[in-house]
């Protein structure tokens, strides 16, 4: 049974088309380091706007029940 995730079917399709057979290796490194990059900066961009959405609204009820 195939319980992957659409993101992680996206990059089996990406990665099979890829020519990798014909791809030196450092290219083949380079372009996976590259999506792999691309992956972790979007997740980091992700979680600090949810911090950052779970902190004002923290300081906006603060500031409420004070006030």
């Not at 992957?4 to 372009?31: C, H, N, Y």
């Not at 600090?48 to 009820?61: F, L, S, V, W």
Request: charged share 20%; no cysteine.
């Amino acid at each position: 049974m195939h319980m992957a995730s659409g993101k992680g079917d996206l990059f089996e399709l990406f990665i099979r088309f890829l020519p990798f057979r014909f791809m030196p290796w450092w290219l083949q490194l380079t372009v996976i380091a590259a999506i792999v990059a691309i992956v972790v900066a979007a997740w980091t961009i992700k979680r600090t706007r949810k911090i950052a959405a779970r902190r004002a609204a923290r300081t906006k009820a603060e500031a409420t029940a004070e006030g």
